[in-house]
């Protein structure tokens, strides 16, 4: 076994405070109180073992189980979802605006033929006043004869001045009118072209995180769930009835961001579509849904009531009875039952028939 040298071992001369002094080899001789303890001798020996081996690896840090691993795959689809929601209220949004402008659209050309209308009043007031001259109805006035005669033209005159102004405002009127509707007109295409552009941005996230979702959950080797499919209840007929009749015949189908079917859904869009197929229609939008529907308690659920969950309502799915709602839950998964309570609910709302 070979010999690892060390070198002679420098003593190490500390003082009776307990203070170090310097180290080195020392000439002549060293009292019995200087000189290292065993315990001491030890400590060197072994540092100055550590320095000639070099220092110990760090081990690596393990990897992430596959539960840990899992666990982050929820998060990232719930934080998925949540951009989702927020995608289709900004669709919201726009729909809402081209409705707004197709509505101001339609109003231009009455008010355009309004305001020509009045143009082409005040020019001829204008024209008649060019051809007759100030002064020429001041002295037409002073020769008209007798003194009735002068105040039937007086009157007349004024008159004619009440008509030619009042013509003058309804044309500033009409004016004003066109300029504000064209107006909105041109902050709506403004605001669309940035929504535009706020969607696009959005839509490229998405499909971003679905792309790292995806990813994950191939590292995880977790299998498609297997479709689950079940009849549905039988129910008095009505609006209710259709609806839930409607998600059940779902079950199975993708999550699919952003659809409303007929081949996915995301959370919105399936509660949308369902009620949309019982002649009820509902905004494709967990929070805009719930401002849309009659709030109820949760012992007053029935079957096709709406049950909206976290704070901000960034998810909804549909009560079908027992305890439990189906709903598109997030990407990567299939519509499938789920308990009531699955997650921290907000509350509950019922489409108004």
Not at 33 to 59: E, F, N
Not at 253 to 275: E, N, V
Request: with cysteine; hydrophobic share 45%; proline share 7%.
């Amino acid at each position: 076994m070979p010999i690892i040298t060390l070198g002679p071992v420098l003593p190490i001369n500390v003082s009776r405070d307990g203070v170090q002094a310097a180290a080195g080899p020392v000439a002549g001789r060293v009292d019995r109180q200087d000189r290292p303890s065993g315990a001491r001798r030890t400590l060197i020996a072994a540092a100055a073992l550590l320095a000639l081996l070099g220092p110990l690896a760090v081990p690596a840090a393990a990897d992430p189980s596959a539960a840990e691993v899992e666990k982050r795959l929820k998060k990232a689809s719930h934080q998925l979802e949540v951009v989702v929601e927020q995608y289709n209220d900004l669709r919201l949004e726009v729909k809402r605006g081209r409705a707004e402008a197709d509505r101001l659209q339609a109003r231009i050309a009455p008010l355009e033929a309004v305001a020509e209308a009045r143009s082409a009043e005040v020019g001829t007031f204008a024209a008649a006043a060019y051809r007759t001259g100030r002064a020429a109805g001041v002295i037409g006035l002073l020769h008209s004869g007798s003194p009735q005669a002068l105040g039937d033209r007086l009157a007349m005159l004024e008159a004619l001045g009440t008509q030619r102004g009042r013509a003058i405002e309804a044309l500033a009127t009409a004016n004003n009118d066109v300029a504000a509707v064209q107006e909105s007109l041109s902050a709506l295409a403004a605001k669309e072209k940035l929504q535009g552009a706020k969607l696009l941005a959005k839509k490229r996230h998405i499909e971003g995180e679905i792309a790292r979702l995806d990813a994950l959950r191939f590292d995880l080797g977790i299998p498609d769930a297997e479709p689950i499919f079940a009849n549905p209840p039988a129910l008095p007929p009505g609006a209710a009835s259709a609806a839930v009749r409607f998600v059940y015949a779902q079950l199975g189908k993708p999550y699919q961001w952003g659809a409303s079917g007929p081949g996915g859904y995301d959370c919105s869009g399936l509660t949308a579509a369902a009620w949309q197929a019982a002649g009820v229609s509902l905004p494709h939008n967990a929070r805009a849904q719930y401002g849309a529907v009659s709030h109820v308690s949760r012992g007053q659920l029935s079957p096709g009531d709406l049950v909206f969950y976290y704070g901000n309502i960034q998810h909804v799915g549909m009560y079908v009875g027992g305890g439990r709602i189906i709903h598109a839950p997030q990407q990567g998964e299939r519509i499938r039952f789920d308990r009531v309570d699955y997650q921290p609910v907000h509350g509950y709302g019922r489409p108004r028939r």
